[in-house]
T-cell receptor
Framework: AQSVTQPDIHITVSEGASLELRCNYS??????LFWYVQSPGQGLQLLLK??????LVQGIKGFEAEFKRSQSSFNLRKPSVHWSDAAEYFC????????????FGKGTRLHILP | DTGVSQDPRHKITKRGQNVTFRCDPI?????LYWYRQTLGQGPEFLTY????????KSRLLSDRFSAERPKGSFSTLEIQRTEQGDSAMYLC?????????????FGSGTQLSVL
């Protein structure tokens, strides 16, 4: 069965600085991967997803993520964060075939310093 | 497309009572998921359906939890003999269910408080 780990519970960066949020997955074959964002009191919004093809995926709000099969990772990046990026970020993994449910990580809370 | 609808938005109940939540997915979405989310945690998978068939129920879920999707449209999640640990946001999501890697469309959730 698939699983996903987000090693960092909290990340703090200064506004304008670059960001990388880590995500590691476990699955025996090629997974499909997602990043969702959740602002306080808000629903989950899809930032980007990887299904196949180019391993560098562009998403909304200037985010990108890179799928690295050798490292079982799908890290989220942004070159310059804005105060409005403060939120909870969730990595999620799905699988092919009969066991294709989507599993979420525990999340990383992003704090932005002015 | 009216989005995924969940009812009620909030539910307060006493320990030991039964509660039932409803989810109406986006029309013609064949796949429906139930998740549970507590403060500061990610959505925890509970169960999912393809049309009316329940494909899997989380092994972490006790027998007090049951879900149905009798006609492949709306779904209900019932919790029997509620416990304080059941307090959480219960989220429903749907996808067309046609190809892998589809985006989840989430409802606003039902916030359960067990006193």
């Amino acid at each position: 069965a698939q699983s996903v780990t987000q090693p960092d519970i909290h990340i703090t960066v200064s506004e304008g600085a670059s960001l990388e949020l880590r995500c590691n997955y476990s699955y025996g074959a090629t997974p499909y991967l997602f990043w969702y964002v959740q602002s306080p009191g808000q629903g989950l919004q899809l930032l980007l997803k990887y299904f196949s093809g180019d391993t560098l995926v562009q998403g909304i709000k200037g985010f990108e993520a890179e799928f690295k099969r050798s490292q079982s990772s799908f890290n989220l990046r942004k070159p310059s964060v804005h105060w409005s990026d403060a939120a909870e970020y969730f990595c999620a993994v799905g699988a092919w075939g009969s066991d294709d449910k989507i599993i979420f990580g525990k999340g990383t809370r992003l704090h932005i310093l002015p | 497309d009216t989005g995924v609808s969940q009812d009620p938005r909030h539910k307060i109940t006493k320990r030991g009572q039964n509660v039932t939540f409803r989810c109406d997915p986006i029309s013609e979405h064949n796949r429906l998921y139930w998740y549970r989310q507590t403060l500061g945690q990610g959505p925890e998978f509970l169960t999912y359906f393809q049309n009316e068939a329940q494909l899997e129920k989380s092994r972490l879920l006790s027998d007090r939890f049951s879900a149905e999707r009798p006609k492949g449209s709306f779904s209900t999640l019932e919790i029997q003999r509620t416990e304080q640990g059941d307090s959480a946001m219960y989220l429903c999501a749907s996808t067309p269910g046609e190809t892998p890697g589809e985006k989840l469309f989430f409802g606003s959730g039902t916030q359960l408080s067990v006193l």
